[in-house]
């Protein structure tokens, strides 16, 4: 959740950890700071509440200086955002500590440190690791032994950079459960949580796995894997430049992103797919000898995910014949579920470090679930490397908290699913024809939808008072609503739920009224004349109707009916089509709104604790 960024150079390394925090704000903007070994082998720091740009302007006014740092942009978890709450910890000006991740037995090593003279100066529960790690350096052990004797004691998820005044030169870095990876330089070497982070000074990477711990200096990286075995593991080159995390000519990341999608789309689609059919290979090489025994689907998934796993679930079941079941990975692991060997076990999360995916996919191993698949954003994620297939997504870097061209590419990869597994089953191959057909066509349908971009901003003026709003959509469509609720909800603070319309007469007609604007989802499909009729019961009461519609729906505006008729291009990719005015409409009223867009009260991009 929170963003790490260290390094160890030639050079003074305050302006890489500045920027490299500036490239994790989305990862959390509580607070921020910097500890760096100063010319006289002390630790200097500085810590400021709010944003990155905060603490930029007190380093304008106290600069630091040094060639070994670490930092830290927070969201907070244990404790409140203050700048006592901040990291960098420091125990006895010899040791500094930045921590993701959460201790869950803080409060019993709390207890025991200060039985033995530790002063806490924070609610956090990172504090306790600092302490720990200087008693056992205290003990004569070097920075190394220290950390790895302390991190025996923890129990709970970390990502960890530690750096002492003893040993100068040195940067130690360790993980479970939370992502860290190194980046790679000439004469200099660095630590981050994201490897967006680090791009301006290297693209060569090598990813921590589960209990790693990494020896860093300025001449080269030693790392030890959970038992203490010195290991080597693979440095890879990312093909992300440094500008690929930069807005651009946009006002906001979301609107770039927003706008992104048609790329994305069409790299999700890119050599998977040829001749009117699905390839399995994309899956992975053993793809088609899991599909051919596959006979139901598990989903799992957190948040805008979860959305996505909900329209692909109406896909499985209603294109592929295929049982399909769908769950939130927070709940799913609590609820004792029946093991089925012969289930396909998809989990889908945008950065595959999301704990409770995480906790979920390892759940089902332990269970005697069937395989897994991992549908993600990002290769070298926890997710994709503990899954047995994986399907990249390739979105690119997503900046914005309110998750977008993650989100439809999500929903094109789920697609892809659907073919390579329906095929096994109900699928004929003139449907899967026709699905590529329309996979194909659909970022050139994307871009069409873009152009309402004006007319869409236009409409967003009458939700510049409101503070509710119901969304509604029916069959594949309901999830689209959902994510649209929790888009407007996300970055504008307008309360909105979302419902099936057929769910009207059920309890939610009761909140129409004059001033709560409805906005439905009215695709040309089997629902579109019962949809119509539910919208009539709005109508009816004086509610104030919001239709996003096909253009051959027959619907057109008229007093409190305000119809946007979208551009031609549906069939099984409607949802993904009809997600794009949403996103667009909450987009211009969180602007209207005058809220943090990009970075939105209380939230966090990456969820990487329970």
């Known amino acids: 959740m929170c963003g790490i960024v260290g390094a160890v150079a030639e050079r003074d390394v305050v302006g890489i950890l500045l920027e490299g925090l500036r490239r994790l704000e989305y990862r959390g903007y509580d607070s921020a700071g910097i500890a760096v070994i100063n010319e006289t082998h002390c630790i200097d720091r500085e810590r400021m509440l709010g944003k990155v740009q905060a603490l930029a302007d007190a380093l304008s006014e106290r600069p630091l200086k040094g060639r070994v740092g670490i930092a830290h942009t927070r969201w907070a ?28 037995n803080h409060e019993a090593l709390r207890r025991t440190q200060i039985e033995q003279g530790y002063e806490f100066t924070s609610q956090t529960d990172t504090e306790v ?18 950390t790895r004797d302390t991190i025996a004691e923890l129990e709970g998820a970390y990502a960890l950079g530690v750096v002492t005044n003893n040993e100068p030169g040195r940067l130690i870095a360790a993980r479970r459960g939370s992502p860290l990876v190194i980046g790679l330089g000439i004469g200099e070497n660095f630590i981050a949580s994201d490897v967006a982070a680090l791009l301006p000074v290297t693209r060569r ?143 889908i999360s945008q950065s595959g470090e999301t704990a409770d995916t995480l906790a979920a996919l390892r759940a089902t191993k332990e269970w005697g679930f069937g395989p897994s698949l991992a549908i993600c954003n990002v290769p070298e994620s926890s997710l994709s490397r503990e899954a047995d297939l994986t399907l990249m997504t390739r979105a690119g870097p997503e900046i914005g908290v309110a998750s977008t061209k993650a989100f439809t590419t999500q929903l094109v990869a789920l697609l ?66 959902m994510e649209g609720a929790l888009k407007l909800k996300e970055i504008s603070y307008i309360h909105a739920e979302a419902y099936p319309a057929g769910e009207l007469k059920h309890g939610p007609l009761a909140l129409v009224d004059e001033v709560m604007p409805v906005i439905a989802v009215a695709p040309n499909d089997e ?32 007093e409190r009916v305000h119809v946007m008729t979208i551009p031609p291009g549906g069939g ?15 987009y211009h009223v969180a602007v209207l709104k005058g809220t943090d867009v990009d970075q939105p009260r209380n939230l966090a991009k990456s969820v990487t604790v329970e």
């Open 77 to 104: 978890t244990h404790g409140q955002p203050s700048k006592n709450n901040a990291h960098p910890h420091i125990c006895k000006k010899g040791v500094a500590v930045v921590h993701n991740g959460i201790i869950e």
């Open 129 to 146: 690791v600092v302490h720990q790690i200087y008693n056992h350096q205290a003990q004569g052990k070097d920075l190394l032994q220290a």
């Open 205 to 347: 990477f090598i990813f921590l796995e589960e209990g790693d711990v990494a020896d860093i200096s300025r001449e080269g990286v030693t790392i030890y894997d959970e038992e203490g075995n010195r290991v080597e593991r693979s440095v890879r080159e990312s093909s992300l430049t440094a500008d690929a995390t930069e807005r651009g000519e946009y006002r906001h990341y979301m609107l770039k992103e927003i706008h992104e999608q048609p790329r994305a789309i069409a790299e999700t689609l890119e050599g998977r797919v040829s001749g009117g059919k699905v390839l399995d290979g994309c899956f992975g090489p053993e793809a088609a000898a899991i599909f051919d025994r596959i006979k139901s689907v598990q989903l799992i998934a957190c948040g805008t995910s979860y959305h996505a796993a909900m329209v692909a679930r109406n896909w499985f079941e209603g294109v592929a014949g295929l049982p399909c079941r769908v769950e939130v990975a927070s709940e799913f692991r609590y609820r004792h579920p029946v093991p089925n060997p012969d289930a396909l076990v998809v989990v």
């Open 416 to 481: 892809l699913l659907v073919c390579a597994i329906g095929r096994r089953h109900r699928l004929t191959a003139e449907r899967e024809a026709t699905i590529v057909s329309q996979l194909e066509g659909l970022p050139r349908h994307v871009e069409e939808v873009l152009k309402l971009d004006e007319p869409i901003k236009e409409l967003s003026e009458r939700f510049a008072d409101k503070h509710h709003a119901l969304f509604l959509g029916r069959g594949v469509q309901y999830p689209i609503a």
């Open 527 to 558: 629902l579109l004349e019962k949809l119509k009729s539910n919208l009539e019961e709005v109508r009816a009461r004086g509610g104030e109707l919001y239709v996003f519609a096909d253009h051959d729906s027959g619907m057109n505006s008229s």
């Open 572 to 586: 099984h990719v409607s949802p993904i089509i009809f997600t794009i005015p949403l996103q667009l409409l909450s």
